[in-house]
């Protein structure tokens, strides 16, 4: 009988079923309770943060302030984030027009009013100056010099002039800082194309430090750590969410010693093992990430670029997702979209990325194409599947015909991997299988 399942998909969940001759797992991270009272728990963390004195203590009447959140790309829960910072630097008598909340838009596309609205709630993103990076405007950024890395940073004025500069984040799995949030909002959310392109490059991109679930030796991470010290960030609010965007552990302070308290966290949480690898793996996104195709594509590029490939050479990578906005509407995600579609074929992306580099976003070009060198990518329900064929990847309208497709390449009898949350969940081959889902 067939056996059925369901992954986010959008804002809803899409259902499909699999053979009885299937041999199926189910792999989730492992299951720790949300906190029952977020409020009371962002609260407990301001008042006593990691490495350094409380943010009421922190500010003064007269600092210019500069709050740095992340865009509605991640998930982070901003409304519930900002206002308690906003609170605190009210009780320290710091005033609203000295104070700007500023979208770590990185090289995406601007925010839209609606976004800054559901990203703030709608009283703050009245309330206080609300600005987006410019990533590509010389005039809004400042120039802080060359890392020991040899990384440029620019960073935003409006963050680089505040006397007090503070962060939000998200600590997950991330396909190059090895887990995002920490400095990483301000050193590439409010960066400049310069930060960005040396960042996402070629040499940062191969190194093998540069890995999912890696920050030791990882030089993507270090140069993100100098870039927001040079900024002079001095605060972060910073979240680990479960698969339901539900908050379980929330820690504030310091930037690096409170990254580090939170990356110990989510590795407990996400890191999970599975016995060996499999034929086909079946990655869930859901919104926001799937709502265009370069952030949805990272389900693919994180199941494969785990520390081993979650799927054999020539295994199936397929991903529900939307893709309502098509490549994406920012400059990065056209680029990624020209880079796919332009090329004659996957190797050559490589070999011209290799030669003359690239312009920041197209990086997600070249990750895509050494995915796509190991394992064929099946994007189901696209709104635009002629977009996915011109990216070198294989739309199907419904699960049966994606894996169906599968099938009739490594057989019916083949082995299955669900990921029902592909972007917070990082599969360790070969671990023993204390959080393995099991077998159904």
């Not at 829960?77 to 609170?87: E, G, I, K, N, R």
């Not at 503070?166 to 050193?187: D, F, M, R, W």
């Not at 991470?221 to 379980?248: G, T």
Request: charged share 20%; net charge negative; glycine share 8%.
């Amino acid at each position: 009988m067939p056996r059925n399942y369901s992954l986010p998909y959008s804002n809803t969940k899409i259902e499909f079923s699999l053979p009885d001759e299937m041999h199926v797992d189910v792999v989730v991270s492992k299951p720790v309770p949300p906190l029952p009272d977020p409020a009371a728990a962002i609260r407990a963390a301001l008042d006593r943060p990691t490495g350094c004195a409380p943010l009421a203590k922190l500010a003064r009447p007269g600092d210019r302030v500069c709050i740095v959140f992340t865009d509605s790309t991640r998930a982070t829960p901003d409304h519930l984030l900002v206002p308690a910072l906003l609170a605190d630097l009210e009780t320290a008598g710091v005033r609203d027009a000295d104070i700007t909340l500023l979208c770590g838009t990185g090289m995406h596309r601007p925010s839209t009013p609606e976004e800054r609205a559901a990203k703030l709630g709608p009283e703050t993103a009245r309330r206080y100056r609300v600005l987006d990076n410019e990533a590509q405007n010389p005039a809004a950024l400042a120039d802080l010099g060359v890392t020991p890395g040899g990384v440029p940073v620019q960073i935003h004025r409006a963050a680089i002039e505040a006397d007090l500069l503070l962060s939000t984040g998200i600590v997950e799995p991330h396909q190059y800082a090895g887990y995002s949030g920490g400095g990483k909002t301000v050193a590439i959310g409010a960066a400049g194309e310069a930060t960005i392109a040396h960042t996402h490059g070629p040499a940062f991109v191969e190194h093998p430090g540069t890995r999912l679930g890696r920050i030791e030796g990882n030089p993507f991470h270090e140069a993100v750590s100098e870039a927001a010290r040079r900024a002079n960030l001095r605060f972060i609010l910073n979240v680990v969410l479960d698969d339901e965007k539900r908050i379980l552990k929330v820690a504030a302070g310091e930037p690096e010693a409170t990254f580090r308290e939170l990356v110990a966290f989510a590795r407990s949480v996400y890191e999970v093992p599975i016995p060996h690898q499999y034929d086909i793996a079946i990655g869930g996104v859901g919104f926001p990430k799937d709502s265009n195709l370069y952030q949805a594509s990272r389900a693919a590029s994180y199941l494969f670029f785990a520390p081993t490939p979650v799927v054999r050479p020539g295994g199936y990578l397929i991903i529900p997702a939307r893709c309502e906005e098509g490549a994406g509407a920012g400059v990065g995600e056209q680029r990624f979209f020209a880079g796919m579609r332009d090329a004659p074929d996957v190797q050559s992306i490589l070999d011209d990325a290799r030669r003359n580099g690239y312009p920041p976003g197209q990086q997600r070009a070249f990750v895509m194409a050494k995915v796509l060198k190991g394992a064929k990518v099946v994007i189901v329900g696209s709104e635009f599947p002629d977009l996915v064929a011109a990216c070198k990847m294989i739309p199907a309208a419904t699960m049966d015909e994606a894996l169906a497709l599968a099938a009739r390449d490594v057989g019916a009898a083949c082995q299955a991997l669900i990921v029902p949350h592909a972007l917070l969940t990082l599969p360790i081959v070969d671990s023993p299988p204390i959080w393995f889902a099991g077998s159904r």
